[in-house]
């Protein structure tokens, strides 16, 4: 019988070995825990479609953040849940510094100075039709949106964002926001843009969320294909990083994460900034409902899930399981 003389196996007999040969290990630095605010005091609210995670009132959502720096997580980003009443077709609310969203980052900012906020920049969460960017005769306008957002990002920097997040997608606002930030004299204030963020199916329990679906009303796109990337591309999410890149961006991510992983992977090896990778709502959901139904177990699909997308190269993972991944890496043991 012919023996083999290469054995990958030998480096597989057990934890010490495993453990001396495996090439990366992901850690409590790296990770950003996203939740939801909403108004109001004492308020917790499960979100039935993402199981695990509840929209939270400012008060609330700070218990939430002492138990993740308890743990190590240093990095939050909040995202808005705002009422109907404080939308309206021009999401005049993002750039006031009343809105939920400002209220937020400045309440976390003033109770957390140890930690950093991410604050996101786009007009969803303030537009009664879900969308990103300002509607004008049915078309999502790039210029006029992107002098908001950079309004936007420069007040949510003063509330205390350490992070600005555009996550809309529309072209040259990191540039607008890097010179408006500037000149407010932000100049630390780091920008994470949302490089390739694909037009994907994965954001359904995200705007479940929100309530920020894009809305079917005659005369308003039902989806968001016009500024959000087609899945079917990975030299465009290149070209995307780099525009923004060369416009200021500190930090470039990838949105969904698990779906993919071939353009975070692209990403690292092409590019020398900092690459974040979202493991989004969908892809969280999909790891509890299946836990419930018995088809898997949570803790190992979502270890697994954070390990592929460090191994594919993210230096930065957005989860809202980071919570229950800082105590699986806590409680060790043969990962
Ligand atoms: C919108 C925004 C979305 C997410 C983050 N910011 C949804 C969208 O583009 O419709 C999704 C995050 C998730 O699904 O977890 N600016």
Same mark, same amino acid.
């Given at each position: 019988?012919?023996?083999?003389?290469?054995?990958?196996?030998? *480096?597989?007999?057990?934890? &010490?070995?495993?453990?001396?040969?495996?090439?990366?290990?992901?850690?409590?630095?790296?990770?950003?825990?996203? *939740?939801? $605010?909403?108004?109001?005091?004492?308020?917790?609210?499960?979100?039935?479609?993402?199981?695990? &995670?509840?929209?939270?009132?400012?008060?609330?959502?700070?218990? *939430?953040?002492?138990?993740?720096?308890? *743990?190590?997580?240093?990095?939050?980003?909040?995202?808005?849940?705002?009422?109907?009443?404080?939308? =309206?077709?021009?999401?005049?609310?993002?750039?006031?510094?009343?809105?939920?969203?400002?209220?937020?980052?400045?309440?976390?900012?003033?109770?957390?100075?140890?930690?950093?906020?991410?604050?996101?920049?786009?007009?969803?969460?303030?537009?009664?039709?879900?969308?990103?960017?300002?509607?004008?005769?049915?078309?999502?306008?790039?210029?006029?949106? $992107?002098? $908001?957002?950079?309004?936007?990002? &420069?007040?949510?920097?003063?509330?205390?964002?350490?992070?600005?997040?555009?996550?809309?997608?529309?072209?040259?606002?990191?540039?607008?926001?890097?010179?408006?930030?500037?000149?407010?004299?932000?100049?630390?204030?780091?920008?994470?843009?949302?490089?390739?963020?694909?037009? !994907?199916?994965?954001?359904?329990?995200?705007?479940?969320?929100?309530?920020?679906?894009?809305?079917?009303?005659?005369?308003?796109?039902?989806?968001?294909? !016009?500024?959000?990337?087609?899945?079917?591309?990975?030299?465009?999410?290149?070209?995307?990083?780099?525009?923004?890149?060369?416009?200021?961006?500190?930090?470039?991510?990838?949105?969904?994460?698990?779906?993919?992983?071939?353009?975070?992977?692209?990403?690292?090896?092409?590019?020398? !900034?900092?690459?974040?990778?979202?493991?989004?709502?969908?892809?969280?959901?999909?790891?509890?409902?299946?836990?419930?139904?018995?088809?898997?177990?949570?803790? =190992?699909?979502?270890?697994?899930?954070?390990?592929?997308?460090?191994?594919?190269?993210?230096?930065?993972?957005?989860?809202?399981?980071?919570?229950?991944?800082?105590?699986?890496?806590?409680?060790?043991?043969?990962?």
């Amino acid at each position: 019988m012919n023996r083999p003389v290469q054995r990958p196996r030998r *480096l597989r007999n057990g934890p &010490v070995v495993r453990g001396l040969v495996r090439e990366s290990t992901p850690s409590v630095e790296q990770l950003v825990l996203p *939740l939801f $605010v909403v108004d109001g005091t004492g308020i917790r609210e499960p979100v039935q479609q993402l199981p695990g &995670v509840e929209r939270r009132s400012i008060d609330e959502a700070s218990g *939430l953040i002492e138990e993740a720096l308890d *743990l190590g997580i240093r990095a939050f980003a909040p995202f808005p849940s705002v009422r109907d009443r404080d939308k =309206d077709a021009e999401a005049s609310m993002a750039t006031r510094e009343d809105s939920l969203g400002a209220r937020t980052i400045r309440a976390l900012a003033d109770r957390f100075p140890e930690a950093i906020l991410v604050a996101d920049v786009a007009l969803d969460p303030y537009s009664s039709d879900g969308h990103d960017g300002l509607v004008v005769d049915g078309r999502i306008v790039n210029d006029p949106t $992107v002098d $908001v957002l950079a309004e936007m990002a &420069v007040m949510l920097a003063e509330c205390g964002a350490g992070i600005v997040a555009p996550s809309d997608m529309m072209d040259g606002r990191v540039g607008s926001i890097r010179t408006a930030l500037d000149r407010a004299g932000s100049t630390d204030t780091i920008i994470m843009s949302y490089a390739a963020k694909y037009a !994907s199916a994965f954001y359904g329990p995200f705007r479940a969320a929100l309530d920020s679906a894009p809305t079917e009303r005659p005369g308003v796109p039902s989806d968001k294909r !016009s500024y959000q990337m087609d899945p079917a591309n990975s030299n465009e999410a290149v070209r995307e990083a780099r525009l923004d890149l060369e416009e200021g961006a500190d930090i470039v991510m990838v949105k969904p994460g698990l779906p993919y992983l071939d353009v975070i992977r692209r990403l690292r090896s092409e590019l020398d !900034s900092p690459v974040a990778a979202y493991h989004v709502s969908g892809e969280f959901a999909m790891l509890r409902f299946a836990a419930a139904a018995g088809a898997l177990r949570y803790e =190992d699909a979502l270890a697994e899930s954070i390990q592929s997308l460090t191994r594919a190269g993210a230096d930065i993972v957005l989860t809202y399981g980071a919570i229950d991944f800082a105590r699986i890496i806590r409680a060790g043991g043969d990962r």
